[in-house]
Structure formats: C-alpha cells, structure tokens
C-alpha cells in the first residue's frame, strides 16, 4: 500500500493512502488513536462554520453517520477550515466523529493538498485500504444517504440504476410507499391508504415553513385545493416536508391536506427523485401515473383552478388564451374599469 506523497497527486479516484502518513503530524498521531481506524472506511470531511453550505451539510452527514454507525466501520474525521479555535471548538461540539486539531496545520495543509480541496463542504470517502473512493462524498451523501453505502462505485451505479427503473414504473405506490409505510397522514394524525390516492390527480407540495414564498404561496395553493373538492373533481395535494424541527411540520401542515409523516426518509428521496432546485414545488402526478408538470407552483399562482387537471393540453389551451387576449389588448381594456374610463393628471384634472 503506497504512502501518501506531500506533493498535489495527479487523481483523485483510486489514489491509494496510508492513513498513518495521511493524518499524522511530525508531533501528533492521535485523532484517536490512528491505529483504530484500521480497517474502517474513511470520510475526510472539509467543513468550517461560517461557510452556511457547510452548516446545511453537516447535519446530514451526522444523521448518515448514525445511521452507519451501527455497522462499526466507518469513521468521519473533522478537517476545519475555521479561523480562530473558538470557532472551530464550538462547531466541532456538535459533531459525533473526530478531529484533526485545530493547531495541527501541518496535516491541514497536507490533506488540503492531497485532496485538492478548492471549496467546502468537502467529503473525501475512502474504503478500509485508504482507497478513495470518491471525492464527491457531499453530492452522494445528500442524494443517498446511508443508502450510498459502501460508496463504490458498483453501489452507485446500482442505486443509478434503481432510478431509471423507478422511474420507467412510475406510480404513486412507488413513489409514497416505502418499507414500513403504506399511508400519509392527516393534519388531525390520522392515517390515510396510499392506494386510496390511486386513479387521482396528485400534487406533492414540498415545503420549508421558514421560506418565505412558500408560506406566500399555501394560501393559494388551499384555495384552489378547496375549490376543486367543491367541484367534486379528484384531486389531492400530499404535502412533502423537508423542514428540520417538528413544530415547523406542524406550521406547514394547518393546511387541509395529506402529508408523509415528520422526518420520513421518502421526504429527501422525493426530492431527489424530482431534482428539486427550488423550493416553492408542486410535482403533479397523474391519474395514468406520470409526472404531468414538475414545477406547477407558478402556473397555480397565476391560474388558480383554471390549470387544472395541469396537463400539457390544459396549459397549451391556457397559452392560446393569453395570446388571444394580448392580441385584442387596448389601451382602453387596460386602464378602463366600469365607469372610470379616465385618469388623473398631475393638476388632478380627470384626463
């Protein structure tokens, strides 16, 4: 097994390192002791405080690592990139793992080179033979979690895989349904089959109360929710959170609808699944099992119930309406408004 050179090395998959000349200083060989980590996979996570995609990051790798820690080799040890010690000893306390020491800036520079770490959060993932594995250890880590373990690349083309197929079988089983659930729930905690919302339109509303344009946009999307239930149309919206605390579920959920349960794993594998970008999200599915639009936040805040069944057809005839009424605008259809047909000048004289 080669040693690690204290020169940049030339590729990152497959380098090979010796975790002794990797983590240890001329003065140092603890984290814990070096020697434990033998034969254990490795996560070399580059992180600091003050970088907020790093708070974000962290405690998904620590909910992974909990996850991962029952099967007793895998270890994550703490790069920082803080400034001061202060800082770092206050972020490094919420972490369950080890460190290298803040003072330690031989090994800091050295990993950072090895590594060729230009920006954080970082994951370097090597297996029990200082391998690495990947150094996109974050990107896999959100999309997986303890799923992308052991972080081969067969694990990874298999989970890939499992994608295309889900998506190819397509159905609102596959998609709600997981292991040890076969319902939603209610805002009251009542439970609701999953196979009751088969042969229906579907929106699955993803949400963060503490984001702003989705508390906007709840009012809305309850109006038109409402109306279509008035209409006797089949329609149903399962709210997907992704907030982090359960009283903010609860805020999110004073809506008349569905949900998955606080802190279900579907929740992130859903937002996975539908590469969500942004936040303010509605994915419809419909009755035939297909996603019918990806993003239909925008076109229920500007049609209300006239969107649906938000089908292509639906949107294209909603497409000729605008151009119809663009081509017949006036000046007068703009600014009349029953008996005001003027407007006022800078005198206050109507115009």
Not at 82 to 92: A, P, Q, R, T
Not at 101 to 113: A, G, I, R
Not at 308 to 325: C, M, N, V
Request: charge should be negative; include cysteine; glycine fraction near 6%.
């Amino acid at each position: 097994m080669a040693e690690a050179a204290n020169d940049v090395v030339e590729t990152i998959n497959g380098d090979c390192h010796d975790f002794n000349s990797l983590l240890s200083s001329s003065d140092r060989d603890f984290l814990v002791k070096i020697d434990s980590l033998k034969g254990k996979k490795l996560g070399l996570y580059f992180s600091a405080s003050w970088c907020g995609p790093c708070r974000r990051f962290t405690p998904v790798l620590i909910q992974v690592y909990y996850e991962l820690s029952q099967k007793g080799d895998f270890e994550v040890v703490f790069v920082s990139a803080n400034k001061n010690e202060e800082s770092f000893n206050s972020y490094f306390s919420k972490m369950p793992w080890t460190e290298v020491p803040f003072s330690d800036l031989e090994t800091h520079k050295h990993l950072d080179e090895s590594f060729k770490v230009t920006g954080i959060p970082h994951l370097v993932l090597l297996d029990e033979n200082g391998k690495v594995l990947t150094d996109e250890g974050v990107e896999i880590i959100r999309k997986y979690g303890e799923e992308g373990y052991p972080f081969t690349s067969e694990k990874i083309r298999e989970l890939k895989d499992m994608e295309e197929k889900a998506r190819k079988d397509q159905s609102i089983k596959t998609l709600l349904v997981s292991p040890s659930r076969d319902f939603v729930v209610t805002s009251d905690g009542n439970k609701v089959p999953v196979s009751e919302l088969e042969r229906k339109t579907v929106g699955l509303c993803f949400s963060i109360s503490s984001f702003k344009p989705y508390a906007d946009f709840t009012p809305k999307l309850t109006e038109v929710y409402k109306k279509l239930k008035v209409k006797g149309e089949n329609f149903e919206v399962v709210m997907i959170s992704l907030n982090y605390d359960e009283e903010s579920f609860k805020q999110s959920f004073a809506s008349p609808w569905l949900a998955l349960p606080f802190k279900d794993k579907s929740c992130k594998k859903l937002a996975t699944y539908f590469e969500l970008s942004i936040l303010q999200t509605v994915v419809i599915i419909g009755s035939d099992r297909k996603t019918l639009h990806p993003k239909a936040a925008d076109a229920i805040e500007e049609h209300g119930v006239e969107a649906y069944p938000f089908t292509p057809e639906k949107f294209a005839e909603l497409e000729e309406i605008e151009k119809s009424k663009e081509a017949a605008q006036t000046l007068e259809s703009i600014l009349v408004s029953g008996n005001l047909d003027y407007v006022i000048g800078k005198d206050g004289d109507k115009v």
